[in-house]
């Protein structure tokens, strides 16, 4: 059975107070409004990880999560967060190579391998981003361009790891625009991906894999993408911001 995960990436937003009580509504919102099975990631900025995780350790379905890792271990590397030390905050999750990380900070696919195993090396699991951007879409080179992001940063995996592992599709032309893909568009990505992993390995682990969607997701669209057949949830930014907002999105997901 595939899991549906929503994740909120809150990205570089809410000072510490502000994000307790956030967590704390959420937390409470879920309980009474959510009888559903899917997984509910809250994926804060790193300061917050540890109180995050521990606030929602008691719900069964709610996790914490991290916004990017190292991949190094430990040393001199000023700045940095290492898979380890975001496990032992707590959390169970990791996103690697959200676009912000790719566009701003360089991050290439061979560098995406290196932190995708530190994360799976320290028993997380890693919500490996990938999308086009508009120019890429227009010069209809979306495949390709997901194509090289997918193999290059996983398929050295083997199957097994390949459990541990979600798959969010974001299209860079929808992040933060309020230009949503179609549920057409997106289920046609979406099946493109669990195929590529189906060649890889096998059906069995393109059958299990998460692949979410990513890009303007509101509680207004969030039910009809989710009817797609390969849509099995939502990293959500934006909208993770408010409580009322990222619960109607989990919400939507029966
Ligand atoms: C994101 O940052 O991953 C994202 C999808 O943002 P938004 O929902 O705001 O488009």
Avoid at 90 to 97: F, K, L, P, T
Avoid at 102 to 113: I, K, M, S, T, V
Avoid at 189 to 203: P, S
Wanted: charged residues 20%; contains cysteine.
């Amino acid at each position: 059975m595939r899991k549906k995960i929503i994740a909120g990436n809150w990205k570089m937003n809410k000072t510490f107070d502000e994000g307790m009580g956030l967590v704390t509504e959420i937390v409470a919102m879920v309980k009474d409004e959510y009888n559903g099975s899917a997984h509910v990631v809250i994926i804060p900025p790193f300061v917050h990880i540890n109180a995050v995780s521990r606030m929602v350790s008691e719900h069964n379905n709610v996790f914490g999560g991290a916004q990017n890792c190292s991949n190094h271990d430990s040393g001199a590397y000023t700045g940095e967060v290492s898979a380890a030390m975001i496990k032992s905050c707590g959390a169970s999750y990791v996103i690697i190579g959200h676009s912000e990380r790719r566009q701003y900070f360089g991050e290439h696919n061979d560098w995406l391998a290196k932190k995708t195993d530190a994360v799976l090396k320290n028993g997380l699991t890693a919500i490996y981003c990938c999308g086009e951007t508009l120019e890429e879409r227009e010069a209809n080179k979306h495949f390709e361009v997901l194509k090289a992001q997918v193999s290059e940063g996983l398929f050295h995996l083997t199957a097994e790891q390949f459990a541990n592992v979600v798959i969010a599709y974001e299209p860079v032309w929808a992040i933060g625009t309020g230009k949503t893909a179609s549920t057409d568009q997106a289920q046609e990505v979406h099946a493109f991906i669990r195929n590529l992993v189906k060649e890889k390995y096998d059906e069995t682990t393109a059958d299990t894999l998460t692949i979410q969607y990513g890009g303007s997701v509101k509680a207004d669209n969030a039910a009809e993408l989710f009817s797609a057949p390969d849509i099995d949830g939502a990293l959500v930014g934006g909208a993770a911001l408010q409580s009322r907002s990222f619960v109607d999105i989990v919400k939507a997901m029966k």
